[in-house]
């Protein structure tokens, strides 16, 4: 088998390998120092997302080798060097993700590397480099599969010459999957660019899986002809796929309330949409025709999160018997006192209508105790014994929140944020708790909650991925890792949650624990699990 891949004999193999590989840039780099065959199955991967946060600035020149002379010139004249040797491959092909403004931050990174010491006003040199990759990158053959594109002033320099390229080169949209659109304060030429770029998107990019409007701050243009043509461009965008799958909405409800139309053209995705997602908005009378009828023939996937309305969007959903594979109902603490609570009796109704299909729940009211528990409990116990995914937040440890756990047969993935009870009463809850998880749970966290320890040394699920609290008493909770560790070998990767300014791996303040303290954990750790960032590690719904 090994031979077979070094020989180049397997290539489905070896490409799901490196795809499962996709952001562990060290080991991707390792794979292409193999074999020359390895090399260029690993390059395409490493070149796939060069502009990623994490990515070095030192791609930018490589981009800008395959300039003319003149242009490298131009580009000396202002104190940038672009000598860089020829390349074994044309890496601007292998480009499939852009997001504009991390493109903008790679450039401005390196043009104050290579100008450290000089007090220049970069941005006209900045857009100038940008407009001259993008024109490598529509030249060179790239297509993209995610396109990220922001609103912001930089924009408005894009040149004409781009807009042209894309309108003759279709094959550069022509295969994404994902767009994401964030609206954002900008004057009138970047808005116009923006909107150009909108145009383009409609026309060559049919083939969406995923369409995702975000705005972080509301424009002052909504009230003008421009909110006009914004949503005309998002319509057509939307009636123009051929499968889209999902519609992400994120923003603030004063802008959710201008999309109406734009909701309503949903519609005509009726037969392929799976999923809606509503992020930090309003809920709007238009979903309700939408939803009306059981139009969205596809639809199983459900996010409602920090949404004020967003229990009208579940009685039309109840009224209208959609069944679901996934439900996230998520509201932040100080949102619930503004009257975007979800009733509990709702989502109960949902989970009696999904039964057998729903396999991901998440329910975290923002530290606010879910209400009418015990039947929530008994509705999930009786209804839907296919769970794999279980995130459930401010809920007594009572027996029917075991019995649910230990009958949950699949469940591979759990998320507890218990209520503390007296300390002997949680210890032994603990400890049943420890004794029931089942033998397919791989993930767990319990970052809100004490006695990991009491629950290590008692567990013997199988757990591979593990996020808990540190406080003061860390000794024994290392220890019990430890042990856990040893007597089951299948834990791989940890997240603590602690809070210290020297570290990344932290997630909540806690005066409790010092640097040095966590020093001594990680030294803990050493040779037993690996140590990751809390986005790293943690699976979401």
């Known amino acids: 088998m090994a031979s077979k891949i070094f020989m180049g004999d397997m290539p489905e193999l070896?490409?799901?390998?490196?795809?499962?590989?996709?952001?562990?840039?060290?080991?991707?780099?390792?794979?292409?120092?193999?074999?020359?065959?390895?090399?260029?199955?690993?390059?395409?991967?490493?070149?796939?997302?060069?502009?990623?946060?994490?990515?070095?600035?030192?791609?930018?020149?490589?981009y800008l080798s395959y300039l003319i002379e003149a242009e490298k010139l131009i580009l000396k004249e202002h104190g940038l060097i672009v000598d860089y040797p020829n390349t074994l491959f044309h890496y601007a092909r292998f480009l499939e993700v852009l997001n504009l403004a991390f493109l903008n931050g790679k450039v401005i990174q390196w043009i104050k590397l290579q100008l450290f010491d000089q007090q220049t006003n970069i941005s006209s040199l900045k857009n100038h480099i940008i407009n001259l990759l993008l024109k490598i990158f529509i030249d060179g053959g790239a297509r993209l599969t995610k396109f990220k594109l922001s609103f912001f002033n930089n924009i408005g320099e894009i040149k004409s010459e781009i807009f042209n390229l894309l309108d003759l080169n279709k094959r550069f949209f022509s295969r994404l999957e994902e767009v994401y659109v964030n609206v954002v304060r900008v004057d009138k030429p970047c808005f116009d660019k923006a909107i150009e770029l909108l145009r383009i998107l409609a026309k060559n990019a049919t083939k969406l899986n995923s369409f995702n409007i975000s705005s972080l701050k509301v424009p002052p243009i909504l009230d003008s002809d421009y909110h006009s043509k914004l949503c005309h461009e998002f319509i057509r965008i939307i009636k123009s796929q051929e499968k889209l799958k999902r519609f992400g909405l994120f923003g603030r409800p004063i802008f959710y309330i201008?999309?109406?139309?734009?909701?309503?053209?949903?519609?005509?995705?009726?037969?392929?949409?799976?999923?809606?997602?509503?992020?930090?908005?309003?809920?709007?009378?238009?979903?309700?025709?939408?939803?009306?009828?059981?139009?969205?023939?596809?639809?199983?996937?459900?996010?409602?999160?920090?949404?004020?309305?967003?229990?009208?969007?579940?009685?039309?959903?109840?009224?209208?018997?959609?069944?679901?594979?996934?439900?996230?109902?998520?509201?932040?603490?100080?949102?619930?006192?503004?009257?975007?609570s979800v009733r509990t009796l709702n989502v109960i109704q949902i989970l009696e209508n999904s039964g057998t299909l729903l396999q991901r729940f998440k329910f975290n009211l923002g530290g606010h105790e879910i209400s009418s528990q015990t039947l929530l409990l008994e509705t999930l116990l009786a209804f839907c014994p296919n769970i794999v995914y279980l995130n459930l937040s401010t809920v007594n440890l009572s027996d029917q929140l075991l019995n649910l756990i230990s009958s949950l047969q699949k469940l591979q993935f759990l998320t507890l944020y218990w209520i503390e009870d007296k300390s002997d009463i949680m210890k032994e809850r603990v400890i049943q708790l420890a004794k029931i998880l089942p033998s397919t749970l791989q993930y767990l966290d319990l970052s809100k909650n004490l006695h990991i320890d009491i629950l290590l040394n008692q567990c013997d699920a199988p757990l591979r991925q593990l996020i808990f609290y540190v406080d003061y008493f860390y000794k024994k909770k290392m220890e019990a890792l430890i042990n856990y560790y040893t007597k089951k070998r299948t834990l791989h990767e940890v997240n603590i949650v602690i809070y210290t300014k020297e570290t990344r791996f932290y997630r909540f303040e806690d005066w409790n624990v010092s640097a040095t303290c966590w020093d001594k954990i990680k030294q803990a750790l050493k040779g037993h699990v690996k140590l990751l960032p809390y986005q790293s590690i943690v699976v979401n719904c």
């Open 258 to 340: 201008r999309l109406n139309e734009v909701i309503l053209a949903l519609e005509s995705q009726k037969k392929t949409l799976k999923e809606i997602i509503i992020y930090n908005c309003r809920y709007n009378i238009e979903f309700e025709e939408l939803i009306n009828g059981g139009k969205l023939e596809k639809l199983d996937v459900i996010r409602i999160i920090n949404c004020k309305g967003g229990d009208k969007m579940l009685k039309s959903l109840n009224i209208n018997h959609y069944k679901v594979s996934t439900l996230e109902i998520t509201t932040t603490y100080y949102a619930n006192r503004l009257d975007y």
């Open 14 to 62: 070896m490409e799901n390998i490196l795809n499962y590989l996709n952001n562990e840039y060290h080991s991707l780099y390792s794979c292409a120092l193999v074999s020359r065959h390895w090399c260029k199955m690993a390059i395409p991967v490493i070149w796939r997302d060069p502009f990623s946060l994490e990515r070095n600035p030192i791609i930018i020149p490589i």
